[in-house]
T-cell receptor, first 116, second 109 residues
């Protein structure tokens, strides 16, 4: 496996279900991200982990709970979601150098979530 | 507020040239990125501009004017496989990425 892998690719869940999205990066990067992508809208940054510590939480509802057990894995735990949470959830990783250089993100193909 | 504007959709012909514009208003500037995203796939990095001018990379070129808050992505010798969404993103003074909504490019034979 290379790059950033996300599972599952598709998920349908009811509003009372509990499910998790998984992301794994094989690039040796030190930062991982969760983004939400809705049709015809800009990417919304949800969470950022740098060196396994959460450094950003962009006012995301508590029904989304991230977990980063190590630098290669990132989870998004989902609980009592709403239909408006239906979207493509993208995971990304990057190598943060602390300098002024380009922070290029490598994305996974996403998990398409449908909440009924 | 911070804002990135790019056209929602564009259509071009195979073999032709197309220019996708991106204008931005952000608090500070630390670089502009273009990503390509095919339907159902991951966005992939195309280019990064931090200084004014044109950066050429094969059939793709990206231009930046910081004074005008403007960039464009130029695609030459269009191929059917170039049909995709093109995402513009600016890194602001806090090194946060501000994203546009993307431009869907349709290539016709």
């Amino acid at each position: 496996e290379t790059g950033v892998t996300q599972t599952p690719r598709h998920l349908v869940m009811g509003m009372t279900n509990k499910k998790s999205l998984k992301c794994e990066q094989h690039l040796g990067h030190n930062a991982m991200y969760w983004y939400k992508q809705s049709a015809k809208k800009p990417l919304e940054l949800m969470f950022v982990y740098s060196l396994e510590e959460r450094v950003e939480n962009n006012s995301v509802p508590s029904r989304f709970s991230p977990e980063c057990p190590n630098s290669s894995h990132l989870f998004l735990h989902l609980h009592t979601l709403q239909p408006e949470d239906s979207a493509l959830y993208l995971c990304a990783s990057s190598q943060l150098s602390g300098g002024d250089g380009a922070n290029v993100l490598t994305f996974g193909a996403g998990s398409r979530l449908t909440v009924l | 507020g911070q804002n990135i504007d790019q056209p929602t959709e564009m259509t071009a012909t195979e073999g032709a040239i197309v220019q996708i514009n991106c204008t931005y208003q952000t608090s500070g500037f630390n670089g502009l990125f273009w990503y390509q995203q095919h339907a159902g796939e991951a966005p992939t990095f195309l280019s990064y501009n931090v200084l004014d001018g044109l950066e050429e990379k094969g059939r793709f070129s990206s231009f930046l004017s910081r004074s005008k808050g403007y960039s464009y992505l130029l695609l030459k010798e269009l191929q059917m496989k170039d049909s995709a969404s093109y995402l513009c993103a600016v890194m602001d003074s806090n090194y946060q990425l501000i994203w546009g909504a993307g431009t869907k490019l349709i290539i016709k034979p």
